[in-house]
């Protein structure tokens, strides 16, 4: 079985134009980062020409779809019945995009399939992470 999910998904950014034009965008969950999902966008759909990733907690992502959660440089609100609006807010500036909340559905119900929600702290190797971090310490 994969430890990766990857779901590329229409974005539409938000603009000050009447024609909201549409991006390319990927979401990602692996095993090895249970709590957290990334969505990238490729150079050529940013400001600075080059390939943008945020990442944020897969609970707020499903939080946000039901209603407006989010206090930091992601915040996710339902937006109608198939929309949701996902603000990405940075020093420069701050991207509004829509996608579909049935892509969003779909991406969640395969991450939940590899690491079930509730159980993401079984994929989890404390032992071995703390001895990483110990490791030349004494």
């Known amino acids: 079985m994969s430890t990766v999910i990857e779901q590329p998904v229409e974005a539409r950014l938000v603009a000050a134009a009447p024609r909201m034009p549409s991006i390319p965008a990927v979401l990602r ?11 990238t966008f490729p150079a050529p759909a940013t400001l600075e020409g080059v390939e943008v990733c945020w990442i944020f907690s897969r609970e707020l992502l499903v ?36 996608v579909r909340s049935g892509e ?5 119900r395969a991450t939940d399939e590899l690491v079930p929600s509730g159980h993401e702290h079984l994929q989890l190797d404390l032992d071995h992470e703390l001895a990483e971090l110990m490791r030349g310490t004494c």
């Open 63 to 98: 939080s946000g779809m039901r209603e407006p959660d989010g206090h930091g440089d992601v915040r996710i609100r339902p937006y109608g019945y198939d929309r949701t609006v996902l603000e990405f807010h940075a020093p420069e500036g701050t991207a509004v995009v829509h």
């Open 104 to 108: 969003l559905r779909r991406f969640l």
């Open 29 to 39: 969950y692996e095993r090895s980062d249970p709590f957290a999902v990334s969505m």
